[in-house]
């Protein structure tokens, strides 16, 4: 998939791709998506949105909306407030929240499960009818069912 290198996404954009790429990851494993390896990066993104010289110590401000995740499974339907990100920023936000919240959950760095989840997000912002078929193929050069065992073993 070409990406158009000029393109800039709305938040309620942003937030649909996040919210079906981690439901994306999410479904190639066991787990759910109530847990923190999934909502930390989801809020982390919209604090390095908001703050693009945030810290991971500002995630607190997100804890009710992690908690809200955990309940409703998505982030919530947002306005649009007319402001804009381009990929890259929005590539540099997701990719933090991840090794931050990967840090911060398992005292490790990001795995392929996190792979997966940025890779999801971003295929998603590029093209919201992708299929996890499509960001195995385009982003790894894999049959699915690869890109999935390695997710599941990561979930392990």
């Not at 306005?79 to 804009?84: A, F, I, L, N, V």
């Not at 990100?85 to 991840?98: C, H, I, K």
């Not at 490790?108 to 997000?121: F, G, P």
């Amino acid at each position: 998939m070409r990406t158009n290198p000029y393109a800039t996404f709305s938040l309620p954009e942003i937030v649909a791709a996040l919210n079906d790429g981690v439901a994306m990851a999410v479904g190639e494993t066991p787990l759910t998506i109530a847990e923190a390896r999934f909502t930390w990066p989801m809020a982390g993104t919209l604090l390095r949105l908001a703050d693009p010289k945030a810290t991971a110590a500002g995630i607190g401000q997100y804890d009710v909306l992690r908690a809200r995740i955990e309940i409703g499974y998505e982030i919530p339907e947002v306005p649009d407030d007319g402001r804009r990100w381009t990929r890259d920023q929005v590539s540099e936000a997701v990719n933090w929240a991840v090794d931050q919240g990967a840090n911060a959950v398992r005292g490790s760095c990001a795995d392929d499960l996190d792979n997966l989840l940025v890779n999801a997000v971003m295929s998603l912002l590029d093209d919201p009818h992708a299929e996890f078929e499509d960001v195995a193929v385009e982003n790894y050069g894999e049959e699915p069912e690869t890109v999935s065992r390695w997710a599941r073993d990561a979930a392990a």
